[in-house]
């Protein structure tokens, strides 16, 4: 009974020192790893507090600098387009009579003085309020800027010439009408934005700011 005790007892102290031997290696590489990893953070650099102040200082200016940066490009975008906006359509020319000379002005400096001219004719002949006028009036416009031979013919096609040629035998107000158009889009088109980037025209409308602002 003794010999069975004690042999009980040994063999329970066996498996204590195998269990014991199988453990450690797992402690052991816990420790191992805990240190490194406590050498690793000692290691690492903190940023000191001052660092932190002057990066957040920085980054405050980068935002300062990008805001200052947009609104400069939205003025110089605002400065680019509001000219433009000013520009007045050829019909506020018309209706401007220092305008209107000197857009008369610019277009005989391009040999095309007949367009506004016709035009100008054409508006004459619609406030006519005496139908004995008609006729006189009309048969002047188409001599002069109408038929083949005029003197300051404008550049209509054949079928609004013949158009007005045969509204000549009862003229009314609207026999001038599609020739006027067509010469004044002309002029939308071609003349008027020549004009508004000539010298002319840039100081007239100088003078006429500075009257203002006087």
């Known amino acids: 009974m003794v010999l069975f005790t004690d042999t ?9 020192d195998k269990t014991r031997d ?21 290691n690492v650099k903190r940023p000191r507090r ?15 600098c990008l805001m200052v940066q947009k609104i400069n490009d939205d003025q110089h975008s605002s400065k680019l387009s509001w000219p433009t906006k000013l520009h007045p359509t050829l019909e506020k020319l018309l209706q401007d ?6 857009f008369h002005a610019f277009l005989q400096s391009e040999f095309s003085e007949e367009n506004i ?16 006028d008609f006729r006189w009036k009309a048969e002047e416009i188409y001599q002069e800027f109408i038929q ?19 509204s000549l035998e009862e003229p009314s107000l609207s026999c ?24 002319a025209y840039l100081s007239l409308n100088h003078k006429s700011k500075t009257l203002w602002y006087i």
């Open 50 to 64: 001052i660092d932190i102040v002057l990066n957040r200082k920085r980054h405050k200016k980068d935002i300062q």
């Open 8 to 16: 009980a007892k040994d063999y329970c102290n066996s498996l204590e």
């Open 148 to 166: 083949p031979t005029a003197c300051r013919e404008i550049n209509v096609d054949h079928h609004i010439r013949e158009k007005i040629k045969k």
């Open 97 to 102: 009579k220092k305008y209107l000379a000197a």
């Open 22 to 42: 199988v453990k450690m290696p797992k402690l052991l590489f816990s420790k191992i790893r805990f240190y490194e990893i406590k050498d690793l953070m000692q």
């Open 117 to 132: 001219e016709f035009w100008l004719a054409c508006e004459d002949y619609k406030s006519t309020t005496s139908p004995d």
């Open 176 to 199: 001038f009408e599609e020739a006027q158009k067509h010469v004044y889009m002309l002029m939308e088109r071609d003349s008027c934005p020549r004009f508004l980037q000539s010298d």
